[in-house]
């Protein structure tokens, strides 16, 4: 059996997040909720709402169907300059 979409968009949102560097806290701040509630949303306690999929959908340049199909599709959509860079993961990984 498959995944239900709940657990697909938790997916999405973490691989969105891991692909452009974004934390749970800028995440928050673009939605207008702390980083708990967040954090809730990704965990499973709290489901995520159609106003949230319009919002991470545009911050993310994407459609919410891009971003409701699932991780590859939604990270397939997202514009080459939303990436975090490789360089910069090097930079970073150097410190």
């Not at 979409?5 to 673009?30: F, H, I, K, N, P």
């Not at 159609?50 to 919002?55: A, H, P, Q, T």
């Not at 975090?84 to 150097?94: H, I, L, M, Q, Y």
């Given at each position: ?67 409701l199909a699932g991780p590859t599709r939604a990270c397939e959509a997202l514009h080459a300059d939303r990436r975090r860079s ?10």
């Amino acid at each position: 059996m498959g995944l239900t979409l709940e657990e697909s968009l938790r997916l999405t949102v973490a691989a969105l997040m891991q692909v452009t560097g974004d934390s749970q806290r800028s995440v928050a701040a673009v939605l207008g909720l702390t980083q708990t509630q967040v954090s809730r949303r990704q965990s499973g306690a709290v489901s995520w709402s159609l106003r949230d999929v319009d919002v991470l959908a545009e911050h993310y340049g994407i459609g919410a169907l891009d971003l409701l199909a699932g991780p590859t599709r939604a990270c397939e959509a997202l514009h080459a300059d939303r990436r975090r860079s490789v360089r910069a993961e090097t930079k970073g990984a150097s410190r």
